[in-house]
């Protein structure tokens, strides 16, 4: 133990000196390798736990003797595991990855290991449609809808009411895509939702984003099938066993910390939130930050923009147990989803369609002033050059007008950019949250389509920030990633893509890294990194235990690492039997992420996307209310994260709880 550790170590032993007898007794875990994501100290095997905090960590006759007289346990089930800090999942949306979850059947470019099953991935359209007809077949809940999400058009071809018909000729069936932004019924579903041409028809936009021929209901024209989905498909019974199947999954991934930034700030949703996640068997806590881009859109058009802040924080006040809401933070948005091709981009996209906006650049970097001048740290989701021009263009006018030490400004997502842009990002200093699977999902498709070679495989360009600023953080947005830090540092590593190719090589960072980006570095961003994240004395004891050494195995083997189970403050939680899900043999091969057979021309879905007469392209730029009546229902209709399937899901928790 060098002097640095003796020192923590004493430090950590003297604060709680008074309560040693009175207190938990320490227990000593020794372990192969501890990876302490500590500069001082990199690594020990073994690591001292009163109650929920490291007393001491290093070798294993050092913590003995730093613990002198204290009694102690020593713990050996981990001699020959690794331990790692606890995986902190800083940007995880529970109300949709819950909702996929309940899918009578996932069928998706990747494999998804959920605690129930596991389904494997479908690479092409061949492969999809035998998948749908098996799990069709083997379904036993008939006559109620059969509802499958995870489709792609990119990989999957095409879907159409036809030939749902010819699967499902009177069982009402749903395939809800990928991006969860659109829908396809067969006809015995648009007959069960009375979904007549009437009735679709004559409602503006919604109308337009609907071809009932094709039982085809995208975007805007959710909102006319949201209701009769809600009703049928999403009961309350299978919400809530949605959400268990969510936090048992994060469960499964070693993840000890989650965030939810730009949540739905609906107080029963939050209740409901508040009763799984906050129960004893939940081994992670939760933390949430409000949507400022909501909240500010409410605000300018109640008149209220002075109270903006002020309401922002009277969120904290709805959290409860373990599952809290971070202080002054606030989530922003810039442009258009990924997964769509509908971010802002300086160069065209290569057949000619238009990015978006979520929130105009005017009102962003209004909100951006306001937020920022109270001291809060902000979050926006960026992912086109063109947005990231509004983003840190707002960031370096904000440190000119009222410049501030440590404002952790971060940059969330990080799909398209360029070296200037990292220069600046150099220059202000800004946090860089980004999404690595970015690069496995769709870098070689977008070489062919929307962005070409150059833009596509220099998507997440990590390695060029790291020369700029000494953090990058890794997230996974689930459901647009499987929320699994060993796949997203696997995917920073190795920017492994769906062929198996390496995009951009150079913009691989090192294993190490990586790792640092879903521990230390995805706490740093989230303000937390004092408490979790490294293996530290006085730190919270939340540790992943893992079956094998991420620095020492080849990186491309890092996604198939098991996962025994964690230490969660303090308290040793293996997983559960049936939540276990080794990975060998489950995680897919790259090659399992192939795309080109199946796969259809962009243009035809893109123009579906981007079509909108009215507005060039930019039909972001007058949000008009959307029908759910949701507190946040001036949706995009184009969000990031969901579109209007969000609200509406949001409002149906709400009418749960
Ligand atoms: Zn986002
Ligand atoms: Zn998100
Ligand atoms: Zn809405």
Redo the contacts with the bound molecule.
Sequence with gaps: MDAHAQAAANDALTQSDEAWRLGPRIVVYVARRILTMEPDQPEATAVAVSGNRIVAVGGEADVVKALGERPYDIDRRFADKVMVPGFVEH?VHPLLGASTMIADAVIAIEDWELPTRTWPAAADAATYWVALRAAYAANRTAPATFMTWGYHHEFHGPMSRAALDALSPDRPMVVWHRSCHEVFLNSAAIAKYGLTADKVGGQGLASEQVDLDKGHFYEKGLTLVASALLKDIFTPEKMRAGLDLFWRYLQGKGVTTICE??TQMIRPLHELYGAVLSADAVPFRTYFIPDGRALYDQAKSAGTLDRLVADTDSYLSWGRGKVQWLPRQVKL?SDG?VFSLLMQVKEPYLDGHKGQWIALPDDYRDAVRRYWNRGYQIHT?V?GDAGLDVVLGALEERLAAAPRNDHRFTI??FAVSTEEQVQRIGRTQAMVSANPYYVTALADRFSEVGLGPERANNMVRLASVLRQRPQVSLHS?MP?AAADPLLLAWAAATRTTASGRVAAPDQRIPMEQALRGVTIDSAFTIRLENEIGSIRPGKIADFTILEDDPLTVAPSAVRSIGIWGVVFDGTVRPIERSAERRRQGAAPSPSRFASRDGATSRSAAAATLTCSPTAGGNILAAPSPCSCHSPSSRAPTAC??GGIMVHALADHYAALA
């Design positions: 940007h930034p730009g948005f989803a989701h992912n969330v997502h947005d647009m990031a994260c």
